[in-house]
Every structure is written in C-alpha cells, then in structure tokens.
T-cell receptor, first 114, second 113 residues
C-alpha cells in the first residue's frame, strides 16, 4: 500500500539555521506529494505541493522537489525563523481511480530559538 | 470566505457518553474526511466520504460513527465503545480524485473525564 516515511524529530534549531526534513514514499503509480504545517493548537495548512516528477514546490522560503528516482520529497529552507516553529507533515495522494485519501507521515516538530 | 468549520474547539465529556463533533464546509467539495491526532502518532484516518449518503471506514473506525446527509456536513460521533477517545480530531475536505490537496478545519480537542 501507499506509505510515507519522514524524519520525526523533535528538532531544535537556532534562528537563521538551514533546515532539511527528509521524506520518502512508497506508492504505485504517480502520486501527488504535499507538505503540510501545523501551528500549535491549529489544523493543518498546505505549505507546498508537487504533482509530477521533477516539479519543485515552494512557499514562504520553503522548497521541496519531487524526485521519482529516489522516491523522495525533502523539505528545505535556507534560513529558519522563530515563526517557523511548528509540526511538519509530508503526505501523498494518488489521483487515479477516484478519491484516493491522503496518506501522512508521522510529522516532525520543529522548534526555532532566537 | 470559503473554508471548513469545526465546532466546538474544546469539548469535555464524561466517560460512557456519546458525543458528536461538527464539521461543515462551503468549498463545494464532494470528499470529506475525519482524522484523529495523538502525540507522536501523526494523523490516522477514521472515516471518509466521497458522496452524500455514502462513507467508508478508515484505519481506526471502531468506536466511531458518521453520517453524510448533506454535501456540506460530515458529523462524527464518538461512541462509548471507543476505548480511548481523548484526542485532537481534524476534519478535512477535497475534490474527488485528481491530484489536489485537502483542506483542514481548525480541529476539536475532545477530553473525556
């Protein structure tokens, strides 16, 4: 079946540090890939997405590239801020054959200190 | 503004009581989902629905029930059969099929005492 494996943390960084959160997936066909962010006490917000191989999603300084050859979708940011403190989830969804539900990784809690 | 509304944000219930969590969306989405979130376990799918009057069990459906009488609404009932109901519950919706993302509500934190 479809699955997502991501770094679980927790991770603590200093402001302006470089961030990488690894995410790999297992899926048949060609899934769409997503990164969601969850701030304390809130629901999930879409951070970025990519729908086909070699696509790069980007938003708010975060980037991730859909790598089919390594089945990966690693999230990166060059310089994190305190406001980036949150839980980050990698997810996939196969669009073929009707409504395929989202499959999530376990999430990674990031704390950024000033 | 279009979006998903979950209510209430916090809910307290006594052990053995059924409780219903509300989820309403005005995004005109056909698919709706309920997830449960526990610390360190990510999101686990409880139920999902692709069309009115139809729904399917997810990975952890035992002790829960849902209905989908209207496109906009997908309420979740946590029954007394759910052994450990204290958790954060998230509702989401999406277009059926395709490669689109799901949109989430703000969540309901249920505490059973």
């Amino acid at each position: 079946g479809n699955s997502v494996t991501q770094m679980e943390g927790p991770v603590t960084l200093s402001e302006e540090a470089f961030l990488t959160i690894n995410c790999t997936y297992t899926a048949t066909g060609y899934p769409s890939l997503f990164w969601y962010v969850q701030y304390p006490g809130e629901g999930l917000q879409l951070l970025l997405k990519a729908t086909k191989a070699d696509d790069k999603g980007s938003n708010k300084g975060f980037e991730a590239t859909y790598r089919k050859e390594t089945t990966s979708f690693h999230l990166e940011k060059g310089s994190v801020q305190v406001s980036d403190s949150a839980v980050y989830f990698c997810a996939l969804r196969r669009g073929q054959g009707g409504s395929e539900k989202l499959v999530f990784g376990k999430g990674m809690k990031l704390t950024v200190n000033p | 503004d279009g979006g998903i509304t979950q209510s209430p944000k916090y809910l307290f219930r006594k052990e053995g009581q059924n409780v219903t969590l509300s989820c309403e969306q005005n995004l005109n989405h056909d698919a709706m989902y309920w997830y449960r979130q526990d610390p360190g376990q990510g999101l686990r799918l409880i139920y999902y629905s692709q069309i009115v009057n139809d729904f399917q069990k997810g990975d952890i459906a035992e002790g829960y029930s849902v209905s989908r009488e209207k496109k906009e609404s997908f309420p979740l009932t946590v029954t007394s059969a759910q052994k450990n109901p204290t958790a954060f519950y998230l509702c989401a919706s999406s277009i059926v099929g395709g490669s689109t993302e799901a949109f989430f509500g703000q969540g309901t934190r249920l505490t059973v005492v």
